[in-house]
């Protein structure tokens, strides 16, 4: 069996869903506007300085741009043919979130309605967060309302320590995420209280319970750290990772995948942090892959950092990273390896909100003896799940075309 190393840049997204207007996100372009902020001279308000992304321009992502939106964002033209597959993926899933995009990549489109918390205030019921409470033993919460992560634990980290109410916050997704002190309140008893808390919201159809810890003090701030952790509701159905284990495969998901798919499906979790270290862990898993394993990556700050935190600069400069990154990925793909490269979202830095964005997403694989070339607008993420399928000699899946 083949290898394959699938990368998402979360929330890269390329602008033009048909639908975007539907979530209030029409005209947003996560890479496009990225790029043209970029180019704007600093007396405009700019970076003065244009994207530089070579090698992801090399693979194609300026054309992704192209067929998404009609134009190529500034500093992605590219004089030569692309040298990978490349395209756009249009997902048909009901949400915009992190969940919806995986699975669907992954062959299990979601065409029900998840459950939202869509009160700006006093977003969860009492009732839920009486009964979570009771159980966990703490003295009540605070915040309960739409919020940036960052800025609700800034602003609400000092009475959490003072009182030891837990933080809970929402957003246009469905999602409860619940940040605590790691010393104050312990790392222990706040994942204690988001496995309570993802029974509890079951019957609400809640995509995901996140576990915030944060460290810091009045004096100095206060800052999340990577001990995140995801509770999410199990696939409804069996994806590419469950066909692909279950014929003697291995899937490695590095940084968040596992908790995207609530373990199902994955052979071996691997945790990571920030985007080196992530591709640090991609390629030593790689390395040490045999046949018939998919090393499945989510470089989650390009979401989590920049996106969320509307931060356009710190995107651009974590865009130009990862793309000095590439070239060793590139070096470590043997033959009968493939490189797949995409997203799950988008999450448009300089849009309104704090939300991610419905957008089109590029799609890019590459590999020896692989051929280039366009492969158009595809009408679903599950095309990618599909495509993996008959790249793995597996059977086909139920949903999508292969465009391998």
Sequence with gaps: MKRTIWLVLDSLGVGGAPDAARFGDEGADTLG???????????????????????????GLGQCARLST???????????????????????????????????MAGLPVD??????TAPEDSMPADLLAALAAECGVPGFLGNRHASGTQIIEELGGAHVASGKPIVYT?????????????????????????AARRLVDPLHIGRVIARPFLGDDQ????????????????????????????????LGIGKISDIFAGRGVSRAIKAHGIGGLVDATLAAHAD?????????????????????????????????????????????????????????GNDPSWRG???????VPIMATGRGLPTGSIGVREGFADMGQSLARWFGLDPLPQGRSFL
């Excluded at 506007?33 to 693979?59: D, F, K, M, V």
């Excluded at 957003?171 to 496995?195: T, W």
Aim: charged share 20%; proline share 7%.
């Design 33 to 59: 506007h990225i790029a043209e902020w970029c180019a704007r001279p600093q007396a405009s308000g700019g970076r003065g300085r244009p994207l530089a992304l070579p090698h992801l321009t090399a693979l």
């Design 70 to 104: 009609g134009r190529t964002p500034p500093g992605l033209s590219c004089s030569e043919p692309p040298m990978a597959l490349y395209g756009v993926g249009r997902e048909r899933s009901t949400g915009k979130d992190t969940i919806s995009g995986h699975w669907e």
């Design 112 to 117: 029900f309605e998840w459950g939202y918390f």
């Design 171 to 195: 957003s246009a997704d469905s999602v409860l995420q619940i940040a605590a002190h790691e010393q104050h309140f312990g790392l222990d008893r706040l994942y204690a209280l988001c496995a």
């Design 220 to 251: 100095s701030g206060y800052a999340r750290t990577p001990h995140r952790r995801d509770y999410a509701v199990p696939p409804s159905a069996p994806t590419l990772l469950d066909h692909l284990v279950n014929a003697g495969g291995t899937v």
């Design 289 to 345: 892959a045999g046949p018939g394993t998919l090393v499945y990556t989510n470089l989650v700050d390009f979401d989590q950092e920049y996106g969320h935190r509307r931060d356009i600069a710190g995107y651009a400069a974590a865009l130009e990273d990862f793309d000095a990154m590439l070239p060793r990925i590139l070096a470590a793909l043997m033959p009968g390896d493939l490189l797949l490269l995409t997203a799950d979202h």
């Design 354 to 360: 704090s939300d991610h964005t419905r957008e089109q």
